[in-house]
């Protein structure tokens, strides 16, 4: 199989299709374009997710954490703790690992999350550290499900707004900076490597996620591997929608532009932790508190009740396909 996330037909032929076995406990499992599951408790229910990298041990630590609680976030859920599993290389220092864990500590202190417990081996055979954080939290309700019922079907004006919080591509550009810093330096200046650097640590949008969940959210979506595009097909599988996405309203930094060019990467495929959707009655409206909260975010398209997921850009239009690992993914995971 090709480096990278696997296809969407190869998670449900090959990984899903396989998990026949159902606890009544277990209230959602494992989905395409689910990142997380929910567990029936005595009392609130409990959600769950799993992310995991491989590289640079502070940035992959940066990487997975980000993942393991924005997926949650984006379920509807209340992150409050964390698992953290790490297999490194045995020439590690360990000021690594000690400098490893102050920065997983410091992330989860800033959003209310504890490092619960976890895993930590040095082990033969790795080459570089591989990091597993799983999030734990609580959920009222899930941020998803399909979209229209019957009733919306009668009213043919009743579309929705699509929001993109943060922006495209900051991951991915984060990284690329730091894998390739000797090599940007013969073009870039420093402080502009070091600007693109410090994109990995706006990574979590915990926070803006639950100001979303009190702002008419029908349904939200994290941008991760895959990139936005990649997440905007799955929120449209999970809400069994169509929409039309306008391209130059996406929010993109102009060092993500210039690094994907300089790269040539599609920044709209690359890995893209950071970015949330938000599907919502009054897009304005959230994109106007998300920014007062110090955040981008923009209204960039619309949901509709047919099948077709759209990208327009000026008279130009394309359809979105399924997520793969296509030529800008391959790319990116080479260097990562």
């Not at 989905?31 to 408790?41: E, M, Q």
């Not at 393991?68 to 045995?90: I, K, R, T, W, Y």
């Amino acid at each position: 199989m090709k480096r990278g996330k696997i296809s969407e037909s190869v998670l449900k032929r090959t990984v899903i299709k396989e998990i026949q076995y159902k606890n009544k406990t277990v209230k959602k499992g494992a989905a395409a374009g689910g990142d997380g599951a929910v567990f029936a408790t005595d009392g609130r229910d409990m959600a769950s997710s799993v992310s995991a990298y491989t590289g640079e041990i502070i940035m992959s630590g940066r990487r997975a954490f980000a993942g393991a609680v924005n997926s949650l976030a984006a379920m509807g859920a209340e992150p409050f703790a964390v698992q953290v599993c790490v297999l490194m290389p045995e020439s590690t220092k360990e000021s690594m690992l000690r400098a490893f864990m102050i920065e997983l500590h410091n992330m989860g202190k800033d959003i209310g999350v504890q490092i619960a417990g976890g895993h930590t081996e040095t082990a033969a055979g790795i080459e570089r550290p591989v990091v597993t954080v799983t999030s734990y939290g609580f959920v009222e309700r899930l941020s998803y499900g399909k979209l229209y019922n019957e009733k919306d079907c009668q009213e043919p004006d009743n579309e929705y707004d699509i929001v993109m919080i943060g922006d495209t591509g900051l991951e991915g550009t984060a990284v690329l900076a730091v894998e390739n810093e000797e090599e940007l330096h013969k073009r870039f200046t420093g402080a502009y490597i070091d600007k693109a650097k410090a994109y990995i640590k706006e990574l979590v949008i915990v926070r803006e996620a639950a100001a979303a969940a009190t702002h008419g959210m029908k349904a939200m979506h994290d941008t991760s591997k895959g990139g936005v595009f990649g997440a905007l097909w799955e929120l449209g599988e999970n809400l069994k929608c169509g929409m039309e996405i306008n391209l130059r309203s996406i929010p993109i930094r102009q060092e993500t532009v210039e690094l994907c060019e300089y790269f040539d990467l599609n920044p709209y495929f690359i890995n893209s932790l950071g970015g949330l959707l938000v599907v919502t009655e009054d897009g304005e409206g959230l994109a106007g508190k998300i920014r007062n909260m110090g955040k981008t975010a923009a209204v960039i398209g619309r949901t509709d009740r047919g099948h077709q997921r759209t990208i327009v850009n000026n008279d130009e239009k394309r359809y979105l396909e399924p997520p793969k690992s296509g030529k800008a993914e391959e790319l990116l995971e080479k260097r990562i």
